[in-house]
């Protein structure tokens, strides 16, 4: 490989410097958080407010107190917010600090008379100016819907606060008021009025001060995150999609997830020569590639080089999901990560598939009920495919989906018959004597992308839940026996995670650890599906191919896999589906791989987690 000598050297590198030191940024990170702690505490708890220094603060103005409780409380809580942003290295959390540090140590002299209060927030801000250079990080991808986000969260946070800050004085209430009007009152004071509890001496003012300022931190953060210019997420544009479909045209045979990369929803970074490329999204701040590079595999270390900048560049978690052995060795070698085995891909030779013998038994025995049933399949190319059947197709994949989030990322196209995929194979069910339905005779749909000239890579599997059980099974053998007419040699079916694990876990001798293992994992697949995909796999015989996570400490493995789970759409932490702006981005399609036979006529499963 042309520059794997400087690969390497690169990786030896890294061995003998070490690992970054993160030691500055995460003390400054826990410093944060205390002052913001300290600070709130401040102007929430009358007894915290006692020093040495108090009989002489006391010459201060009278109406001082108020003000510097209400701004002691407003520091914490900002400085609260970006403790994490500190902590990710970046670059607009540490100018906000260095303005809110200085305030808040006003706010502690002021307030609460301390020497010791003002001294942590300038030490803290002593060190943010020293190591400037370390918060260097660019803004993450955003939109302003995290304004109603922000609403939402501060919102609750200042009921939170308001009834401690309401609560906090009670030699000085004015009678015995109950929760509701303790509660009535803060949500009076958050806009600024008087509500129904009444305190003695100065301290009914302190209290509104404080609650006005909490209601108006919520204002001001949200009206910011509204009309902030937005950062939108990478997407591939006219000329990175033609730039991936040359490299596919030459390279695409290596990779059966290479189509995949030409998903609408992701970005992409090219390497120097232009000849590889990797495709990512972000989400939850893990920068997620997908698959193996796209190209050249002697020009990958270029372009994930070009992917490491990137997620330097934004303090971006780097991640890779589901990339061959191939791939996990180059990947690790040009960069220090470490992989994991995440499961198999089970790939299908057309040349040695057949229905006959006893291992095939219950596979053929549904194929040949279904068809007695009166069904029938045809499996073409897109490309030779009327617009009104196709168009037809994409309804009944939509109305036919099993869930209102959209799935798919890793191994998923995102679209069904767009005009540059005419290579796409699309196998479909039908039955002619049930005519009646929404999408007439069109019961059951398949759809594959290309994985080189000889194969294909199932993309996403749909079908009529008043059909009949086993459409999904029928289907894949139609395209299995169609594939030798098509030029077809080799079929990518479905991705089983942890499928060592459940083969070996159900063998004789399997020791106490490994069962428990298999264990937790068929408990998971309630949700996830991860025995019931392995069984439906391996009905067809096939060969399986490992896949792996690429990971840079195994800390950061439950976020990975959290991003993960978003980007799959298993979990979603976004808006109601009322609030959803509209946009005319293509929608990323699902690929809802529901094997009947496993789940009595209509489960739903994934190629990928």
Known sequence: MSGGVPGRTRYLRRILRGPRPETVPVLITRACILVGLLDVAAGVFPRFRHSRMHTLAEVLPGALGPFAAALAISTGVLLLLLAHGLRRHKRRAWRAAVVLLPLGALAQFAYRHSLFGVLIPLVLLTLLL??????????????????????????????????????????????????????????????????????????????????????LLTALTTVYLAFRPEHPAARL???????????????????????????????????????????????????????DPVGDVEAWPGAIERFMDEAKAHSWTPAVMGCSETGGEVWT?????????????????????????????????????????????????????????????????????????????????????????????????????????????????????????????????????????????????AALQAAPKLGITRISLNFAMFRAALARGEKIGAGPVLRAWRGLLVFLSRWFQIESLYRFNAKFRPRWEPRFVVYRSPRDLPRIGIAALRAEGFVN????????????????????TGHDTAHDGGGRGVRAA
């Open 333 to 477: 070698r040009e960069t220090g990560l470490d992989a994991l085995e995440l499961g198999d891909e089970a790939v299908v030779e057309t040349a040695d598939f057949s229905l006959a013998g006893r291992a095939m038994r219950n596979v053929r025995q549904m194929v040949k009920r279904i068809e007695r049933n009166g069904y029938e399949t045809r499996v073409r190319r897109i490309r030779d495919l009327g617009d009104q059947e196709l168009e037809r197709i994409r309804r009944a994949a939509d109305d036919w989906r099993g869930t209102d989030t959209e799935r798919g990322f890793s191994m998923a196209l995102g679209r069904i018959g767009d005009a540059a995929d005419g290579d796409c194979l699309v196998a479909t069910a039908h039955k002619a004597d049930d005519p009646a339905g929404p999408h007439g005779d069109l019961k059951a749909v398949l759809h594959f992308v290309p994985w080189g000239t000889d194969g294909v890579s199932l993309d996403l599997m749909r079908r009529d839940r008043t059909a009949d059980p086993g459409m999904n099974e029928l289907l894949i053998v």
């Open 130 to 215: 020293r190591h400037r250079s370390e918060f260097a990080a660019l803004p993450d991808p955003r939109s302003r819907w995290r304004a109603l986000a922000n609403f939402v969260l501060m919102g609750a946070g200042s009921l939170v606060i308001g009834l401690a800050v309401v609560s906090a004085h009670p030699k000085k209430l004015v009678g015995d008021p109950s929760l509701s009007d303790r509660l009535e009152h803060v949500l009076y004071g958050l806009f600024g009025m008087d509500g129904p509890v009444d305190y003695a001496g100065r301290t009914s003012s302190t209290v509104a001060c404080s609650l006005g300022a909490l209601g």
């Open 237 to 291: 544009t006219e000329d990175d999609e033609a730039r991936l479909r040359t490299l596919l045209d030459k390279h695409g045979a290596r990779d059966s997830l290479g189509h995949f990369a030409l998903r609408r929803d992701k970005g992409v970074v090219f390497s120097p020569s232009g000849k590889a490329a990797v495709c990512y999204r972000v989400v939850s701040g893990v920068m997620l590639a997908s698959g």
């Open 573 to 592: 932490l976004g808006l109601p589906p009322l609030l959803r702006r509209r946009t005319a981005a293509p929608r990323p399609c699902a690929h809802d």
